[in-house]
């Protein structure tokens, strides 16, 4: 007679089992991300915070701890002052602007006509274009002798040859210049955020305005607007960080001037640390983005809490 044993459950493997709980596996899935996060960021930061506390400079590399001095010598320049008003301008003027444009551009995409699926396809090339190409093709635009816009003004009888603006080369002029090309690469993200809201609303509210009498104002900024607030909140938050730290355009387009017209916080504080080899001073400059982006981000996040529906 032939006993048949019992089958006998193998014990499960400890690391299988520790993997099963899902805040060890949530952990170890998000733990590369913030560690490239920490690495990428939170090192830069902590050298700056190094660096600004110090007189470290490329000709003198011995470290020195001056306190708070530096921070002090910067809010003490009146150079530094117009350059944060420059910051502030520049960021806000180029988001308000590329908000209206994206806007509108949403609304026309939404509605059906030939060839719509191309355009919406044209409309992400200022974004996706380099910079660098970008700007030159601007340059151009906005030279003193060759401008396009210029010959077009000439043209329309709007202004003369003599009367001819100097984009570049007149400080109000030169910041309206970053801005709107700023403004020019933001609007394609703008156009994106606002299709996506629109969309997302249902059908049968935009209808029941409509039987209601609401006009395409009134649906417009009395019912889209409040409901997609947030999303579009969320898309600012993310061109003002990106805006408020870059200097790529003004770099390449100004390079800060006239005479400091168009000088912003990244600029400057690339000028001073990289170019002028004043790295502690340099250093200071760029940790004042830090609290004003702190307090607009936070501003903006209650502002969304609030509005959500």
């Not at 090192?43 to 001056?66: E, H, N, Q």
Request: charge should be neutral; charged fraction near 10%; hydrophobic fraction near 60%.
């Amino acid at each position: 007679m032939v006993a048949i044993a019992d089958s006998v459950p193998k014990p499960a493997a400890r690391f299988r089992f520790i993997l099963d709980r899902r805040d060890v596996l949530g952990s170890l899935m998000v733990g590369p991300a913030i560690l490239y996060v920490l690495l990428l960021v939170g090192v830069p930061f902590l050298m700056a915070v190094y660096y600004s506390l110090s007189a470290y400079t490329i000709y003198d590399p011995s470290w020195s701890f001056v306190g708070l001095d530096n921070f002090e010598d910067v809010v003490a320049d009146p150079v530094f002052r117009q350059t944060l008003y420059n910051t502030f301008i520049f960021t806000f003027g180029s988001q308000l602007l590329g908000l209206i444009l994206g806007k509108f551009g949403a609304l026309v995409l939404l509605r059906p006509f030939p060839g719509r699926k191309l355009v919406r396809a044209l409309v992400i090339l200022p974004w996706a274009v380099p910079i660098a190409l970008a700007t030159v093709a601007w340059q151009w635009m906005f030279d003193s002798l060759y401008s396009v816009i210029n010959w077009t003004l000439i043209a329309l009888g709007v202004v003369t040859r003599s009367d001819a603006p100097n984009w570049l080369g007149t400080p109000h002029l030169a910041m309206l210049s970053v801005i709107v090309v700023n403004a020019w690469r933001f609007f394609p993200f703008a156009i994106v955020i606002f299709l996506a809201g629109i969309t997302a609303i249902p059908q049968d509210v935009l209808d029941a305005a409509t039987v209601d009498g609401a006009g395409f104002w009134r649906r417009n900024y009395q019912i889209i607007m409040p409901m997609i607030l947030p999303i579009v909140a969320v898309g600012l938050i993310f061109g003002i960080v990106f805006t408020f730290t870059d200097l790529s355009i003004v770099f390449l387009m100004t390079m800060g001037g006239p005479v400091g017209a168009t000088s912003v916080l990244g600029f400057s504080g690339f000028q001073t640390g990289i170019v002028s080899g004043d790295v502690s001073h340099g250093a200071a400059i760029s940790l004042f983005m830090l609290p004003v982006l702190f307090v607009v981000v936070v501003a903006m996040l209650r502002f969304i809490r609030r509005r959500e529906i």
